[in-house]
């Protein structure tokens, strides 16, 4: 039986090697980071998703609900949420399509234009500070690497 006498170790114990070596516990690491730094430096209130959603749609008004989901890489489920929510706060209108009701066509307000234009301000000056470390010649080779991880994962899980 070990001694329960002994005192605790003044620094916790580190996670252990095969965790570290797990792809997936280093990209949910990133993506903690990365959504505690958006809080404090983009916006507390618009999550990426909604951010992703705002961008997606100035870059395609009209388009419908569905179409949005993929363009950002969202289940359906989740972007009927993260639209209903950015309608909630008045920076998006999702109109019914004429040609079918069940469609619903996503277009900014004018608000939700004010609101992209200031949050993508912050989130490009974040970019700049979360790949500062690297040369322009490494971020895009960084950038390649995640997009090439991202879509091999994404198939991966179509697969499933």
Known sequence: ????????????????????????????????????????????????????????VEAAPGSDQRSMASAVSLDTSTMADVARRLENRGLIVRRTAADDGRRKLLHLTEEGERTLRDANLRARRLDERLLAPFGAEQREDIMQLFTSLADHWEGLAEDS
């Open 1 to 56: 039986m070990g001694d329960e006498t002994s005192t605790p170790t003044s620094t916790p114990p580190g996670p252990p090697p095969a965790l570290t070596a797990a792809p997936g516990y280093q990209v949910r690491r990133l993506y903690q980071a990365y959504l505690a730094v958006w809080i404090r430096a983009v916006d507390p209130t618009l999550t990426g998703p909604q951010f992703a959603v705002l961008q997606a």
